[in-house]
């Protein structure tokens, strides 16, 4: 049998840096068409490791090998030097007269920049943006992206996904962004306290995978110390609480986007609500007919909402668009030229930008938030120590007593969410807040907000997260308009989706039998319906007579092989027990919303 050999391997590679191991033992293999997610918390290593594959970093011990003459591509966290020269002329400067300007131009034109614009001009998100048209335009054998949607709208995002699809090399990427991942990914490396582990799966089978390695080396540790497993099970909570939250979290959003479709239309403009009420404690924000321009351009068009006490409300729309704006609007802090905005008396508001301006770098975290001294701080009205509320995302002491400037751009962003949800507020408001988080503490804001009992204003572009956290989205479209949908990123896509037919489709009424027969369930979902709570019922069962065998201690040292199948064995039926409960959800809402379209 021929093997492909590898374009890049570690073996048995060691890296520390002053007492913290990056990598121990570490070995990994990346093949030509190889589609790998590299996942791991922040400060991990991962970027570090993406510098070792690409040769900037050399190991301590063991073997790095690269294919001759390897012809890397590579989107790290650095920008594009603020020089005055175009992105153009720097791009040909880097790639080379190999990729035409026409090529260039195309792939600085999806990224949603002028090819004339000069580099000292750039903001942050926009030199990202160059140095990713950098890593694309060589056609390399390889690529290695690091957070390579930070600061992309949704139509590029999908625009890169379709890219790297037929994209012919190598990559390997790492991303908070789980759609991205879900979509892209065949294998996974998760770097983990400097173990590399490998999973010859995508990243939808990350989550079960980790959580069976976590425990078993919890129930491995409990015979050497309790101590040390309950620490290892505190590191890893995100993980391993993960998936026990999801369905009760996806409950609660159904529910609420249920509601929330029984007052709420999804044509026309963004009008919650259709009766006209006084501003009562109920209503936190309510907008008239509202118009914005700047410099005789509309950004703003005849747009109406009310938002309601709890409400959990979504913006997107592409770059430049008005997101920022309309959240200006919203919160007082712009003026209309057409139109009225009121908002509750009792307002008080936390906002997250990402500016980082209200950190100062020479402190730590502890001193960060306990601004008076002490070790105590206050968490919505209430004394908490400090170490403990720290903790609670996912810093240990080490890092509570490190300097900012010490620590990743993740992690201070991560200290920033801290010191705001700290704050008594009953208004959030959340500004791309997923850019250089971990999958983690994307995690732990999910529960965040899932609890917050305020009302939320989230602008991301992040799919995932949108559909963990929001009932409806306000979206900015094409010509100006702003539409509203009720649920998340995946309700708003397929009611665009079915919003969009052509005209003469649309004149036509339907036919009485397509009518009737698109007015109730056929037999085979009425049938899955049906069955699905016995399936699930198996299932659950199933799983815990697993869980049940693999609490034998003895288990493992009689028979590995057992416990290895048995490991995968639960791991499967646990996937199959989450498709199917996802699947009696969607049929649930389904009938209901059908049954109530048929009583009006």
Request: glycine share 6%; hydrophobic share 35%; proline share 4%.
């Amino acid at each position: 049998m021929i093997t492909t050999p590898p374009l890049i391997a570690l073996n048995n590679a060691h890296l520390t840096f002053g007492t913290r191991k990056i990598l121990e033992e570490a070995s990994l293999t990346l093949f030509p068409r190889d589609r790998v997610c590299l996942v791991g918390r922040n400060g991990s290593g991962k970027s570090t490791l993406l510098k070792i594959l690409s040769g900037f970093i050399e190991l301590d011990a063991g073997e790095y090998f690269a294919k001759p003459g390897l012809k890397i591509g590579i989107l790290d966290q650095s920008l594009a030097p603020s020089e005055p020269l175009s992105i153009l002329d720097f791009l040909k400067q880097h790639i080379g007269k190999a990729v035409e300007t026409h090529r260039l131009e195309e792939i600085i034109s999806h990224l949603e920049l002028n090819p004339q614009t000069l580099l000292s001009t750039l903001s942050g998100g926009e030199s990202r943006r160059v140095m990713l048209a950098k890593a694309l335009a060589g056609t390399p054998d390889v690529l290695f992206l690091d957070e390579p949607t930070n600061h992309l709208d949704l139509v590029t995002i999908q625009w890169l996904e379709d890219t790297l699809k037929a994209y012919r090399g190598a990559i390997l990427m790492v991303s908070h962004d789980r759609t991205f991942l879900t979509k892209l990914s065949q294998r996974t490396f998760w770097l983990d306290r400097g173990k590399l582990h490998t999973l010859e799966k995508g990243y939808p089978f990350f989550e079960e995978w980790a959580e069976d390695i976590i425990e078993h080396e919890i129930r491995t540790q409990e015979k050497l110390s309790q101590k040390i497993a309950q620490e290892t099970e505190w590191l890893h909570r995100g993980v391993t609480a993960r998936r026990r939250r999801n369905m009760g979290r996806l409950r609660e959003l159904l529910s609420l986007r249920q509601e929330k479709r029984q007052y709420q239309s999804v044509q026309g403009g963004v009008t919650f609500t259709s009766q006209d009420s006084p501003l009562g404690s109920k209503l936190v924000i309510e907008a008239k007919h509202v118009f914005k321009s700047y410099n005789e351009v509309p950004i703003i068009k005849d747009f109406s909402c009310r938002i309601l006490r709890g409400d959990r409300v979504g913006i997107l729309g592409p770059n430049g668009a008005g997101k920022s704006t309309l959240l200006k609007l919203l919160l007082g802090e712009l003026v209309p030229d057409l139109g009225h905005i009121r908002r509750a008396k009792n307002l008080e508001i936390a906002v997250f930008d990402q500016t980082q301006s209200s950190l100062d770098l020479e402190l730590n975290p502890w001193q960060t938030l306990c601004e008076q001294g002490g070790d105590q701080v206050l968490v919505q009205g209430e004394p908490r120590h400090v170490m403990g509320y720290l903790q609670d995302f996912l810093f240990d002491r080490k890092q509570a007593l490190t300097p900012l400037k010490n620590l990743s751009g993740g992690e201070r962003n991560r200290l920033l969410l801290a010191k705001i949800l700290a704050k008594p507020s009953n208004l959030l408001v959340l500004d791309e807040p997923t850019n250089d988080l971990d999958i983690e503490t994307l995690d732990l804001l999910q529960e965040y907000v899932a609890n917050y009992p305020g009302t939320l204003l989230l602008v991301s572009h992040d799919r995932d997260f949108l559909d963990r956290t929001v009932s409806h989205i306000i979206a900015f479209e094409e010509g100006g308009r702003i539409q509203s949908y009720v649920g998340g990123f995946t309700d708003y896509a397929l009611q665009r989706v079915s919003s969009i037919t052509p005209k003469d489709e649309k004149r036509k009424p339907p036919s009485p039998e397509k009518q009737k027969t698109s007015e109730r369930m056929n037999y085979k979902e009425t049938r899955e319906l049906s069955l699905l709570p016995q399936e699930i019922e198996e299932l659950s069962n199933k799983i815990q007579e697993l869980e049940n065998r693999l609490s034998d201690p003895l288990l493992y040292q009689q028979n590995p092989q057992e416990f290895e199948k048995t490991i995968h064995l639960l791991q499967t039926t646990r996937h199959d027990l989450q498709h199917r409960e996802e699947r009696w959800l969607e049929l649930l809402v389904k009938e209901e919303s059908l049954s109530k379209g048929n009583v009006s």
